[in-house]
């Protein structure tokens, strides 16, 4: 957490929790939060009766600063056992970009960070290749080429760990990176890296699934936004969608085709992660839209 | 309002309040069940500044009466001057359908209250032309047969009023009934009348929307169902779809194209309405799904 | 092939002709019926690259008798090698229902041949379970009741053939029929008889989809109509469709939904077949919407 | 037409017919490249019963000429009273996009023809606001300023006809140009200039539509491409889309959720126009997908 305004003037957070279910976790947030005269301006919630866990979202304004806004509820985190996080609504989450070659989604991050004001701070671009560079550039992010082989995959993912860290990242998106992150890593960043994958899971996982979606002769093709996990393509979905194909598709239309659901699967994504909507319970996500 | 359970067994009650929008509203409500020790299941809300106005939508689970609730929510809906609605999740609510020749809505509705659970409970079945009372009598829903001429439309009405009366209907659903009601019914029915009208409006209002679709050679045809007012097709929106179509497409074939999207988009609206999820926002509605 | 019309009155025909790719297809046949004076109406070809094959479906106005055009159209269908069929437009496909205890997709298809003119002329239902009797009776279909244990699986299963060879039927509808037939029904009956699986295939193969779909938390459960081969839900595809879900969804929930998408995806399917628009390419199918 | 093929290598020709619908049409054009020897490999028609007009889509592999094509097909075109084109499958179009301030909608055009092989060739980019400079920089693409104030539109409209004729262009684009181009030119232009407007056609016609959306609370949003004709948001629709949208979302949101739909609503359209996909059937369109 960064950045967070430290005025008293009124501002807008967003808050998110999760607990085990039970009686009067609602009224202990929200009965602190009217106690101290604030608004609660957006209330969502959702009690998973398989996983047993409840999860809050809220949003209200308030001129506490957010160190007096945790001590005050810190008494509520505490006794229900909560995993929290407070945010001032709007802060752009500091996220770095990992690409490879296919251009199409980091074309289209960047433009919505620009244009349509998608909170996220793209503070970097890596590619395994250099092709996206002058995208990077056109868009005044520094780009970095760390090129993977099976020799240097621990030299590389060890210049990423540093970047991340150097650039206090707090978001890392795969945007047709093609590379497969190690188990470290992955537990490591666990529920801040985000994948698109190129298919809809669980179907075709793996290699070339439009290929695999062709031979089947299947009528939708799809793609899937997950949080990465050690366990290849199984992470917890955030998105889905699909589009429309028939017979007269050969695999390379179905690429171009896929180009736009992929896009719009991960920008959305991208885009409720960054707002925190998105909470994990166990291997599913919850998605306060 | 009728047959809410009186027992004191735990209950699972759905509240809905709209009023002018400002602080304390959320905590008023939530910290007087919190007091009572009752558990909140479910919780949405909406503040719309076009509006002013203010609107949530809460799942309680609680041993009180609905008397009790009551009694102890008046304070919070007297100082906020509060619209509120209070019943037991669940409960089927009373329903007429009123229908002309055309069976996709009325088989649809009927197969979902008896088959999918929808929460209605369909008193009976009104038709202009009697060529529906096999499907009604296949349901065992009495169906009545009310024909209406420019001479007997009066008449009729009464009946129909008579009708509401009697069997103590809550909502009045027009499954592709093909009369208009009189602006005096309208008002008194306001809020508990809902129609499906066969174009994706504010398109093609008016007489054979599907002649019109086919005319200006539009890709998708569309139906809408909204609430009835004196004002016709002009009533709030609670549900919209569409569904592709090409050059080849007859208006004929538009017109059984449609009756999917039309059945679908109807009963989304009669769930979501006898679920208590609709609230009016003057002539938009908000929807808490 | 049944009932075609004899009499030298116009009639419009569809034709639809399979066979190895090559040039000369399209215009030896259109040159055939060109040289009759016969007009052709609808038009749809696709070459495969994959397989190798050529589709060709066409629809023709002509005053000649069904034997005829064959005989016209015989050496172009001999010395191409094609697999053809030949059916006079809107003919109703002798269609014999299989259903267990579901009733959404039965209710769909019989409205659907009533009342939207889907060409099949439903000339019975098997029911392993009596549930479905009624809905049968309503619709004025013979309803047989062949129960199916483990011990009369195969007695059952004579009792199907028995019942498609004296109806004289051309296609066998699986409407959520929950047993499986044999591997030597499925290679007699091959290309004649259409499933609906409950997800989106190939995702969720075998028993209780939605419960595994709940389980992975996808954002979108589907339905997916095929052919029957022996081969369990590997058959060709011939539609897909899906439906937007969230985490509130319980598994029941899924299930509602899905009934939806079931109902109409195999819909479609049914009456493509029956439109003669369903071509067999491999294990693929072309379409032709 | 520019820049076909003259060899004589074999090369893969799109041609498309419309006239006055009656028998033999389909014959005449195949039967005279039967007769060359040349392959059709892929075939589109449709009859619309209301004009009376017939349309016709093939693609043909031959050794011909352009010259020789026509000169064989000249006896068909003049017998049937056609209007036909013919042109080389793949061969880029030349395209001019006319801009404001809106980037969404020009960056997808420009990426499409760059990495995904859209057939057009981007020779200028015009904008009456200089701010896109830079993206059409980014992409190697001309940019003309050409401002436009009550004044100086006449002068104004000159500019852009000397570049449309200067740059031999054959498509203009209006991607989010906020001008409204004079009867004379889009005459002068007739079927060569496409618009995306943002709403669902006819609904919301005129300015703001978004906020005309927000206040009718309508359940999805849209986007039209249309040919633009002088009768403003009237010309031949080519391709609409929606998305979902709910009470919660402010028109601010509304505008950026339209980008998504107008972009890929606009990019359809450019597509399928330079493949000739699309015919005029008077104030309707043919589209041969």
């Known amino acids: 957490m960064t950045d967070a305004p430290a005025s008293s003037a009124p501002t807008e957070w967003v808050l998110t929790v999760s607990c085990p279910d039970g009686p009067g976790i609602v009224a202990a947030v929200t009965g602190t939060l009217a106690a101290r005269g604030d608004n609660i301006t957006e209330s969502q919630q959702f009690g998973?009766?398989?996983s047993g866990l409840f999860f809050l979202r809220l949003q209200v304004v308030s001129s506490a600063t957010r160190d007096e806004l945790v001590t005050a509820l810190t008494p509520a985190f505490e006794s229900f056992g909560m995993t929290w996080q407070l945010d001032a609504v709007g802060r752009?989450?500091?996220?770095?970009?990992?690409?490879?070659?296919?251009?199409?989604?980091?074309?289209?991050?960047?433009?919505?960070?620009?244009?349509?004001?998608?909170?996220?701070?793209?503070v970097g671009v890596v590619g395994n290749h250099p092709d996206l560079q002058d995208i990077a550039a056109f868009y005044g992010k520094p780009f970095h080429h760390i090129p993977v082989t099976a020799d240097t995959k621990a030299d590389a993912e060890d210049r990423l760990r540093a970047l991340v860290e150097e650039l206090d990242v707090e978001l890392v998106v795969l945007a047709r990176y093609m590379q497969i992150l190690s188990d470290a890593l992955c537990r490591d960043l666990a529920g801040q890296v985000i994948n698109i994958h190129h298919s809809f899971l669980p179907s075709f996982k793996g290699a070339r699934p439009?290929?695999?979606?062709?031979?089947r002769g299947v009528k939708l093709i799809g793609a899937t936004s997950h949080y990465v996990t050690g366990d290849l393509d199984e992470g917890p979905i955030i998105e889905q969608d699909v589009e429309r194909v028939d017979h007269s598709r050969t695999p390379a239309d179905l690429v171009a085709i896929g180009e736009d659901v992929e896009r719009r699967t991960l920008a959305r994504a991208v885009r409720w992660h960054a707002e925190h909507r998105v909470l994990l319970d166990g291997h599913r996500t919850v998605v306060f839209r």
């Open 92 to 122: 752009r989450v500091r996220t770095l970009l990992l690409v490879s070659k296919a251009a199409h989604c980091l074309v289209d991050l960047l433009y919505r960070e620009r244009s349509q004001g998608m909170p996220i701070d793209v």
């Open 210 to 215: 439009y290929v695999q979606a062709h031979d």
């Open 48 to 50: 998973d009766p398989a």
